[in-house]
């Protein structure tokens, strides 16, 4: 095979517990391409859709599928915080006097709706001063991050509210948004303007620009030998998007 027959587009089901740096040197082992990346990173503990790009036909691209809409499935706990934001850290209870009726929690879900400044977690990648948040977060040390602009086009409540231990409650949600927008601040920032903490329990990538997570192949299902059935070439990533790549 040429080598542009060798680049191209994996769409791959994230396991939990991976990052998606493991992701990506799994791929480069299976693949034997060191010019490898993802285009968008997901948290250790949420799984879902990750789009990996191989060679560098591929990866020079990459910038263009990170800037794309994506959708997200989630499961938000209220009546407790957590350092994270999420269910990997150390929780601190604010347990619910009364849990808000679906129709209250409606109402502060709507207020999240479309353009708003969020404040990203303390835990998360993005640089200050050249030294990463979650860096400084685990010394200590947590940076304060300036709020930034994102847009949240969907977010919709599917499920009701479940009652769980010690004054808390779970619902589910979908939510499409911006790219740069963190789904544990939404969690977080939703606890807040009920007068609680707030934080993700599970988190489930299911969409990225027009690719759907039932278009991906589950990571321990790539071999040596079948990957390239499932590269998807960078013409038709190309077709698809319906931009110059």
């Known amino acids: 095979m040429t080598t542009s027959q060798l680049e191209g587009f994996l769409l791959i089901n994230k396991p939990t517990d991976f990052t998606s740096h493991d992701v990506v040197n799994v791929i480069r082992k299976i693949t034997g391409i060191r010019r490898t990346g993802h285009a968008g990173t997901l948290d250790p503990f949420a799984t879902g859709l990750l789009i990996v790009g191989v060679g560098r036909g591929a990866t020079k691209h990459m910038q263009k599928l990170v800037g794309l809409e994506k959708t997200y499935k989630a499961t938000f706990v209220l009546g407790a915080s957590s350092d994270t934001d999420d269910v990997t850290g150390t929780l601190i209870p604010q347990p619910l006097s009364s849990f808000p009726s679906e129709n209250e929690l409606q109402t502060a879900i709507a207020s999240f709706l479309g353009p708003i400044q969020q404040i990203p977690p303390a835990y998360s990648a993005i640089k200050i001063k050249g030294q990463k ?59 807040h303007n009920l007068n609680t903490g707030g934080y993700v329990k599970t988190l489930e990538r299911t969409r990225i620009g027009p690719f759907s997570l039932n278009q991906s192949q589950q990571l321990e299902d790539l071999t040596s030998d079948n990957w390239i059935t499932y590269l998807l070439p960078v013409e038709k990533m190309q077709n698809t998007l319906k931009i110059s790549l």
């Open 133 to 191: 948040m979650y860096e400084a977060a685990r010394k200590g040390k947590p940076i304060h991050a300036e709020p930034r602009s994102v847009v949240i086009y969907h977010y919709d409540l599917i499920s009701p509210l479940h009652l769980e231990n010690k004054g808390t409650c779970s619902f589910s949600v979908t939510i499409s948004c911006s790219s740069g927008t963190y789904i544990r601040a939404l969690a977080r920032d939703l606890g």
